[in-house]
Every structure is written in C-alpha cells, then in structure tokens.
C-alpha cells in the first residue's frame, strides 16, 4: 500500500489529463468507477463488502481520496487489494493530476476494475472529471429523501446510485420510494441499487451488476 501526499501545483487543465487517464485505462483494458458521496454515507464499507464479494472472480484495485489519513487505504489494503491512498491536505476533492500520479503506484497490466473514493463531497467532485468509465453516487438512507435534489449535479452526472444503510429504515425519517422518485426526477437512467454493509443486502446484486458491466459495458 503506498501514501501519497500532493501539494497544489501545475493548473493543467483538469479535462485534459482525465482525457490521459481515461486512455491509458482503455490501453489497459480497465473498468474504472469514481465513487462519490457525503462524508459517512458508507463508500469504503460498500468497497470492503464489494471487494470481499469479488475475490476470485475478477482482480480490483483501489484509490483512496481522503483530506487526512490512510485510514480508509488500510482498510482496502487489509483485504488483500492493491490500494493507494492520495491525501489531499484539506483539498475537497480529487482532480484527474491526482489520480494520474497515484496510477504509477499501480500495475495496471494485472487490474481489471478500479475503484476509486472520491474525498467525501457532494459539491465539487461533481466537477472533475477523473477519466472514469463512470461515477457510483452513494447515499445513506439516514441523509434523507430530499438529497438528490439539494445536490442535483452530482446526481446528474452519475450513471448509478447505491442506497445504502437500507437496514436503518425503520428508525430514520427517511421515504424510500421518494429518494428513488427525487433521484429519478433528476437523472431517469440512474441504476438504482439499496444495499446494506451491516446485513450484506444487496451487495450480491450490485456485484453481479458491476461484474456484468465490466465485461459487456452497454
Ligand atoms: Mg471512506
Ligand atoms: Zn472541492
């Protein structure tokens, strides 16, 4: 596992080098997901239970963003994947530059999906485009129904939607089919999966989902 900490330098265009990225991905025929959310809605969680789920069946690696910590870097790693974590000292997202440097901890010639945690953020991560195949919005049901809307933009670039902590519905103020309604309303081809990291629920489903996808994208 590598840590790497990136001070602010060069403004290179940010599309420019998510153009570099997303080539040198298809280069290396790689499936690569920019997962987004609020701080805490359960992204590392869903890639522990999504990584536990795929072992054996197709090889992962991870990019951590975080604004402090390799916390979340220690968690992946422990499960035997590739993980690097990028620290972004307070900045409030990740930027394609960032995701270029963290690649040349990685031999990408043995990976076939890569996850990559974006800081939790629902603001500006929609912005930057890291040269994924796609963005994974997840929210947990103890955010409320009314989110998609609040943050339409990430919602809108986003090309799935993880509802997660579904096992937390009966003790939170949280209306399951309006979140669904609000995230729809807002992007209608959104692939809405509810999982739970606590129960495992789901998590099957939106494996098999990504598994499928990675070898017949549509
Ligand atoms: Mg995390
Ligand atoms: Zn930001």
Redesign the pocket.
């Known amino acids: 596992m590598s840590v790497i900490t990136i001070e602010r330098k060069i403004l290179e265009k940010n599309d420019e080098v998510a153009g570099r990225n997303r080539a040198l991905f298809a280069e290396h025929d790689l499936f690569v997901l920019n997962v987004v959310s609020s701080p805490g809605s359960g992204k590392t969680s869903i890639l522990e239970r999504t990584i536990e789920q795929l072992r054996g069946k197709v090889s992962l690696a991870v990019i951590e963003g975080d604004v402090q910590t390799d916390i979340d870097a220690q968690r992946v790693a422990r499960l035997g994947v590739p993980a690097v974590q990028i620290v972004t000292r307070g900045?409030?997202?990740l930027e394609a530059n960032l995701v270029h440097e963290a690649l040349k901890n990685i031999e990408l010639q043995n990976i076939r999906i890569l996850i990559i945690e974006n800081?939790g953020?629902l603001?500006?991560?929609a912005?930057?485009d890291l040269g994924e195949a796609m963005k994974v919005v997840v929210i947990s049901t103890t955010e409320g129904d009314d989110k998609p809307l609040k943050y339409p933009n990430m919602f809108c670039f986003a090309s799935v939607l993880l509802i997660n902590k579904i096992d937390l519905l009966p003790y939170v103020n949280c209306n399951i089919e309006q979140l669904r309604l609000n995230a729809l309303s807002i992007n209608p081809n959104l692939r809405v999966f509810e999982t739970s990291c606590t129960t495992g629920v789901g998590i099957q489903t939106w494996c098999e989902w990504l598994l499928q996808h990675t070898t017949h994208p549509e």
Do not use: S
Request: charged share 0%.
């Open positions: 900045g409030c997202h800081v953020n603001v500006c991560p912005n930057y």
